[in-house]
C-alpha cells in the first residue's frame, strides 16, 4: 500500500465552526507533514511530525490544531477559521525525518472552504 | 528561503522537449521536483542529492550544479501526460530538515 489518504475531500465550514481533517498512511512512514496549498501556489509547509512528535511548526495561528494519535494517522483540528484560510490541506509522508534521501508522498487533499 | 523557477510556465508540441530549472541563493544539501495534475496531488519524481547521487524515476533526467546552486529537470520527447505544474523543492544549509519549494512552473504539451 503506497498511498496517503485524506478525508474528507471537500469541506465547507463556517467561522464558528470546529472541524477535523485527517490523514492515514500505512507505510511505515516515520514522518508525516501538513501543507497548505492556495490556488496557482506551491505547497507551504504548516507542521512536520517525527517518531509521533511534532517537531516543526511554521508558526500556524493556533486555530490550527495538529495532532499524530499514531504513527498511522494524522489529524489538523480546526476551530475559528477566517474566509482566508481556505485553501487545499495537503498531508504527507516519508520513510523518516529530514528530506535528504526521503521523497515525500502526498494524499489528495482536502479542499477547504471558510464561509 | 524559497527556491526561484524559470520558465514559469511553457506550451509544448508532442515530441518536443523542454528545461525546468531551479536556482537558489543558499548551499543546496537537496533537491526535489515534483508534478502536480490540476486537481490531483503532487507526485515525486526525482531526488537530487549533493555529491551527486540521485533517486527517482528512470524516465526522468535532471541535473545538480553545485558551484552554481541550481538543478535542471530534462523532459524529453514529451507526451500529452507530461502536463502540469513542476515544482522543485529545496532543502538547503539553513533550512533545517525542511523543504521550501519553488513557484512552479506550468507545462502544457498540446497535441
Known amino acids: 500500500d503506497t498511498e496517503v489518504t485524506q478525508t474528507p475531500k471537500h469541506l465547507v465550514m463556517g467561522m464558528t465552526n470546529k472541524k477535523s481533517l485527517k490523514c492515514e498512511q500505512h507505510?511505515?512512514?516515520?514522518?508525516m507533514y501538513w501543507y497548505k496549498q492556495k490556488a496557482k501556489k506551491p505547497p507551504e509547509l504548516m507542521f512536520v511530525y517525527s517518531y509521533e512528535k511534532l517537531s516543526i511548526n511554521e508558526s500556524v495561528p493556533s486555530r490550527f490544531s495538529p495532532e499524530c494519535p499514531n504513527s498511522s494517522l494524522l489529524n489538523l483540528h480546526l476551530h475559528a477559521l477566517q474566509p482566508e484560510d481556505s485553501a487545499l490541506y495537503l498531508c504527507a509522508s516519508s520513510q523518516d525525518p529530514g528530506p535528504t534521501y526521503n521523497e515525500q508522498f502526498f494524499g489528495p487533499g482536502t479542499r477547504l472552504t471558510v464561509l | 528561503q524559497q527556491p526561484v523557477q524559470s520558465p514559469q510556465a511553457v506550451i509544448l508540441r508532442e515530441g518536443e522537449d523542454a528545461v525546468i530549472n531551479c536556482s537558489s541563493s543558499?548551499?543546496?544539501?537537496?533537491v526535489h521536483w515534483y508534478r502536480q495534475k490540476h486537481g490531483e496531488a503532487p507526485v515525486f519524481l526525482m531526488i537530487l542529492l549533493k555529491g551527486g547521487e540521485q533517486k527517482g524515476h528512470e524516465k526522468i533526467s535532471a541535473s545538480f550544479n553545485e558551484k552554481k546552486q541550481q538543478s535542471s529537470l530534462y523532459l524529453t520527447a514529451s507526451q500529452l501526460s507530461y502536463s502540469g505544474t513542476y515544482f522543485c523543492g529545496t532543502e538547503t544549509e539553513t533550512s533545517g530538515s525542511r523543504l521550501t519549494f519553488g513557484e512552479g512552473t506550468q507545462l502544457t504539451v498540446n497535441p
Open positions: 507505510m511505515g512512514h516515520r514522518a
Open positions: 543558499k548551499a543546496l544539501y537537496s
